[in-house]
C-alpha cells in the first residue's frame, strides 16, 4: 500500500510536515517526558518527518545516547545530530534487535499501514524491558463542524477521509483502538489521552488540514463524496476565523514494558 503523502510536492510536503510539528510537538515532546526519557538513552523515533522529534530526542539524550530516527522518506533529515543515525524504509520490513530500546516514539504511522498490529508487535519486541512505548495515533471519525457558512463542505471533505482510509484497508478510527492494543501487549502503568480540540478557521490544525486537502485533492475526489467546489468551500472554511470544528481526535498511549 502506497503511504497517501509519498508523491507529494518537495516545497507542499515541507509546509504541510512543519505545520503538524508547530500544532504537535508540544504534547509529543510532554509525553515522552512523562514516559522517562533520560540522559543516555536509547530512542527509536519511527516516521520521523521533518525532524524535530528527533532533534530534540538527540538533545535530551545527550552525546551518550543515540537516537535511531526511521522513515520511509528521509528527505528532509539530512545532517542530522551527530547522535542521531537515520534509516530509509518501511517500517514493517525492518527488523530492529530485541530489547535494544529505552524509549519508542511514533505519531501518526500506524494510521497509515493495513498491518499496524504486526509493526506494534515488532516496536514492542525492540523495547527493553522498563522501556516505555509512547504512539499517538488520529481518530478521523471523531469530526465534526460546528459553525461556518461552509460547514456542510467541511462534513464532506471529513467523510472522504474516512472514506479515502478505509479503502486503502486502514483503520481512520484507529487512534480509538490505542487502549486496547496497549492492553494486549501487557504494557504497565497505562496512560490515555484524547486530545479533540476545538480549532476555529485560521488556526494551526485547520491550516495544516487545509495543506492536506490540497496535496490529497485527487485522492478525496476518487472517493465521490466531495466535488470541487466542496474543497474550495473547504479551503474558505479552513481559513474563516468564524468557522469552528473538531478535526478529529488524537489519542496518544504511554505504556511501560
Not at 515532546?29 to 536509547?42: D, W
Request: charged share 20%; net charge negative.
Amino acid at each position: 500500500m502506497e503511504y497517501v503523502f509519498h508523491a507529494t510536492q518537495y516545497k507542499n510536503e515541507w509546509e504541510r510536515l512543519q505545520a503538524i510539528e508547530s500544532v504537535f510537538d508540544p504534547a509529543s515532546r510532554r509525553r515522552i517526558l512523562s514516559a522517562g526519557v533520560k540522559e543516555g538513552a536509547r530512542c527509536l523515533e519511527v516516521g520521523a518527518g521533518a525532524g524535530s522529534v528527533m532533534r530534540w530526542l538527540a538533545e535530551k539524550v545527550g552525546p551518550s545516547g543515540r537516537v535511531t530516527a526511521v522513515d520511509i522518506n528521509t528527505r528532509f533529515l539530512d545532517t542530522p545530530p551527530a547522535n542521531v543515525d537515520v534509516v530509509a524504509g518501511d517500517i514493517r520490513a525492518l527488523v530492529f534487535e530485541s530489547n535494544s530500546f529505552d524509549l519508542v516514539h511514533a505519531r501518526y504511522v500506524l494510521v497509515h499501514i493495513p498491518e499496524y498490529k504486526m509493526v506494534l508487535d515488532s516496536l514492542w519486541k525492540a523495547l527493553k524491558p522498563g522501556g516505555a512505548l509512547v504512539v499517538e495515533e488520529p481518530d478521523f471519525t471523531a469530526y465534526r463542524g460546528f459553525s461556518g457558512a461552509e460547514v456542510q463542505s467541511f462534513n464532506k471533505v471529513h467523510q472522504a477521509i474516512v472514506d479515502m482510509y478505509s479503502s486503502k484497508g486502514v483503520d481512520p478510527s484507529l487512534g480509538s483502538k490505542l487502549p486496547m492494543l496497549f492492553q494486549g501487549l501487557g504494557a504497565k502503568d497505562l496512560v490515555i489521552e484524547n486530545d479533540s480540540p476545538f480549532s476555529c478557521g485560521g488556526s494551526g490544525i485547520s491550516t495544516m488540514m487545509n495543506l492536506s486537502a490540497v496535496q490529497l485533492k485527487e485522492k478525496y475526489l476518487a472517493t465521490g463524496k466531495v466535488t470541487g467546489s466542496d474543497l474550495e468551500a473547504y479551503s474558505r472554511f479552513t481559513q474563516n476565523s468564524d468557522s469552528w470544528a473538531i478535526y478529529y481526535a488524537t489519542i496518544g498511549a504511554i505504556g511501560q514494558k
